[in-house]
């Protein structure tokens, strides 16, 4: 039996592999309901993380995930829920969407799904944007309702007013004072990040 391959750590990232239509604009400006998510990845020291790399995953205000073939290909009209959105130099992120609405047939509280990607990490972190209006969602949520509330706040965004429309910030700490709740997909449990991901970027 063959041994694994062994993992690598997340980056740097080539530019030439990287770009995707539309980056944070899931739906064009302009678009009714549009709401603008942003925020700052920061190290475990509280530094920003100029090269990070954000992909959000979301149901559409249905209910619904876009699963038809080529459902990432945007063309105008096209709802798909993804966007990849790398860092500035200051480490922020900035993506306008249309608001989600819990997942068909799930549990959930509407939220976005959100994979970060960043020099330092042996493997990407998972977590998860939700929104302050969905009160009694949120309570009856099976991850929220498992934290405390310092813990719980982290993955919950804060309206206030945005850029362009209805906006929230949200920020993602990779450790340290207010860390993000990362999840392990593996065993549908909560992760630490590395020790690594203290590091800033160079």
């Known amino acids: 039996m063959l041994d694994l391959t062994p993992s690598q750590t997340v980056g740097p990232f080539f530019a030439f592999g990287l770009p995707f239509d539309g980056g944070g604009d899931v739906v064009p400006v302009g678009t009714p309901g549009a709401i603008t998510l942003y925020g700052t990845v920061r190290d475990g020291a509280g530094a920003p993380v100029p090269d990070a790399l954000l992909e959000f995953w979301q149901a559409g205000p249905d209910g619904?995930?876009?699963?038809?073939?080529?459902?990432?290909?945007?063309?105008?009209?096209?709802?798909?829920?993804?966007?990849?959105?790398?860092?500035?130099?200051?480490?922020?992120?900035h993506l306008r969407t249309l608001r989600p609405a819990a997942p068909t047939g799930a549990p959930h509280a509407p939220h976005l799904a959100v994979t970060v990607f960043a020099r330092g990490l042996l493997h990407h972190l998972f977590t998860r944007v939700y929104f302050p209006n969905h009160v009694e969602a949120n309570a009856a949520d099976p991850l929220l309702s498992s934290l405390d509330e310092e813990r719980r706040a982290t993955l919950v965004a804060v309206p206030d007013g945005g850029f362009t429309g209805p906006g929230y910030r949200f920020d993602v700490r990779m450790q340290g004072p207010g860390e993000t709740?990362?999840?392990?997909?593996?065993?549908?449990?909560?992760?630490?990040?590395?020790?690594?991901?203290?590091?800033?970027?160079?």
């Not at 459902?71 to 959105?85: I, Q």
């Not at 709740?181 to 160079?202: I, K, Y």
């Open 64 to 93: 619904r995930l876009p699963t038809r073939p080529g459902s990432l290909h945007r063309d105008g009209r096209s709802f798909t829920g993804f966007a990849r959105v790398p860092t500035d130099r200051a480490g922020d992120y």
């Open 181 to 202: 709740v990362f999840l392990d997909l593996s065993t549908h449990g909560l992760a630490q990040p590395p020790a690594a991901a203290t590091e800033t970027p160079a």
